[in-house]
């Protein structure tokens, strides 16, 4: 009768032990290196908001912005290890991951304007970019928009004989290299959160950014140019450990899909309006000088930059290129 006791009352503490356990929220961390109220900042608390609903309650998420878990240079490795479960890198961080035809989204002028842009991110093309994560134990989730680059520095840049020499901040991209190659600037490689201090300082001359980012983090402020050039686009993939995804049970993924998809048409929705927005704030602030491009100038611009999308072909595949421009309707 006791050992029948005992083994009842194991059963009993075991039974209570899995109820506690099974209520225990699945904690999701979500690292991104850019301001909150910037659209991936945005985007990313709409997700947690529509993750938590959804699931009601089973799941939290905790979402660590302006690299205060890790910088830019640092997340992927650390989501590789399963330290954090998901992040939204700009496209061209896969290249270093070795997913090198992500750099395609780097080629400036490829797009034009975001209608063209989402023929490819929701469409065939893009689902088989996102594939192409998971040998290196990433899942991709999502296209996010951020928006089409501006270019600035401290001084005029309206011709391309105007970059001559200049020491410009890029992502790692070989894409980005060749970019301000062909302008003549010289591209330096450097961690999105340690921009701000060397345009102040004097460690590069400039740098690209769509103009929530470049208002966000205040580059306004060290740079007196702008020039409205949109010659480039910078988005996101947001990534999972692609191992705790498919870990996850059926239905909490089906559920954390339909918040991806949500946070995904709000991302892309307000992406343009907070840019836009941005720019005007820059140009109120009396910091920097907005540069518009004549028909002219701009023309110049695509002419200068049209060898780099040429030149990247052997890197990112000409079939990929091919593609592109057949979805745009370039071709």
């Known amino acids: 009768m006791k050992a029948f006791l005992s083994l009842t009352t194991a059963v009993v503490l075991s039974i209570a032990s899995l109820a506690t356990y099974a209520a225990d929220p699945i904690t999701i961390k979500f690292s991104h290196v850019v301001a909150p109220d910037t ?10 908001q529509l993750a938590e609903e959804k699931t009601k309650g089973a799941v939290k998420v905790e979402v660590h912005p ?7 240079k640092e997340e992927m490795e650390a989501l590789q290890m399963g330290a954090v479960h998901m992040l939204a890198p700009s496209l061209a961080k896969f290249g270093p991951l070795g997913v090198k035809e992500f750099e395609v989204f780097d080629i400036p002028y490829i797009f034009d304007g975001y209608e063209a842009l989402h023929k490819v991110t929701q469409g065939e093309v893009g689902k088989s970019l996102l594939a192409k994560l998971e040998a290196k134990g990433v899942k991709g989730l999502a296209y996010w928009d951020n928006g089409f680059k501006v270019m600035s520095a401290n001084k005029p840049l309206k011709t391309v004989d105007d970059f001559k020499g200049l020491k410009m901040r890029i992502q790692s991209s070989k894409v980005l290299e060749a970019q301000m190659r062909a302008l003549g600037a010289n591209p330096q490689v450097m961690a999105f959160s340690e921009v701000y201090q060397a ?4 460690v590069v001359d400039g740098t690209e ?4 980012n470049l208002y966000t983090q205040k580059m306004h402020e060290v740079q007196k140019y702008v020039t409205n050039s949109n010659h480039g686009y910078l988005g996101y993939a947001v990534i999972a450990n692609k191992a705790f995804w498919d870990g996850l049970t059926p239905e909490v993924r ?12 709000y991302a892309n929705q307000i992406a343009k309006e907070e840019n836009d927005k941005a720019l005007e704030e820059v140009k109120k602030s009396g910091k920097s000088e907005i540069i518009e491009l004549s028909d002219d100038e701009k023309k110049a611009w695509k002419e200068k930059l049209l060898p780099v999308q040429k030149d990247s072909a052997g890197r990112v595949g000409q079939d990929l290129i091919d593609s592109i421009n057949k979805a745009t309707g370039t071709n």
Do not use: C
């Not at 950014?209 to 929530?212: D, E, F, G, I, T």
């Open 39 to 48: 659209p991936k900042g945005k985007a990313a608390e709409k997700f947690k």
């Open 66 to 72: 302006n690299s205060t878990l890790y910088k830019d």
């Open 199 to 202: 345009l102040q300082t004097g």
């Open 209 to 212: 950014n769509p103009p929530s």
């Open 254 to 265: 089906g559920q954390l899909e339909e918040a991806m998809k949500e946070a995904t048409d």
